[in-house]
């Protein structure tokens, strides 16, 4: 069994800050790519940011230069710094992990909700 547990969502205002945390638990050899997607009412979930256990990144257009995703493999915690948030980045913000020998999970998602 493995659990992603997602913290760090809220209201802010447009200009604002909020960090995402995703701590991945469990029956866990070793945790590859991890990553966070987003979905917005109406929208289909699309892709934020991921990194590889080597810390390799990747990040969708939308977010570069304003997110900043992290890792801490001693932890399987993965982290989303969010700076000078949209009112557009409103959405439900899920985390994602490939378990080596396990497959992907999802984590619950948690609301981020911008103001303008």
């Known amino acids: 069994q493995v659990q992603l547990v997602e913290s760090g969502g809220g209201l802010v205002q447009a200009g604002g800050s909020l960090r995402l945390s995703c701590a991945a638990s469990g029956n866990i050899f070793r945790v590859s790519a991890m990553g966070w997607y987003r979905q917005a009412p109406g929208k289909q979930r699309e892709l934020v940011a991921t990194i590889t256990s080597g810390g390799y990144t990747n990040y969708a257009d939308s977010v570069k230069g304003r997110f900043t995703i992290s890792r801490d493999n001693a932890k399987n915690t993965v982290f989303l710094q969010m700076n000078s948030l949209k009112p557009e980045d409103t959405a439900v913000y899920y985390c994602?992990?490939?378990?080596?020998?396990?497959?992907?999970?999802w984590g619950q998602g948690t609301q981020v909700t911008v103001s303008s």
């Open positions: 994602n992990a490939h378990i080596v020998l396990r497959g992907g999970y």
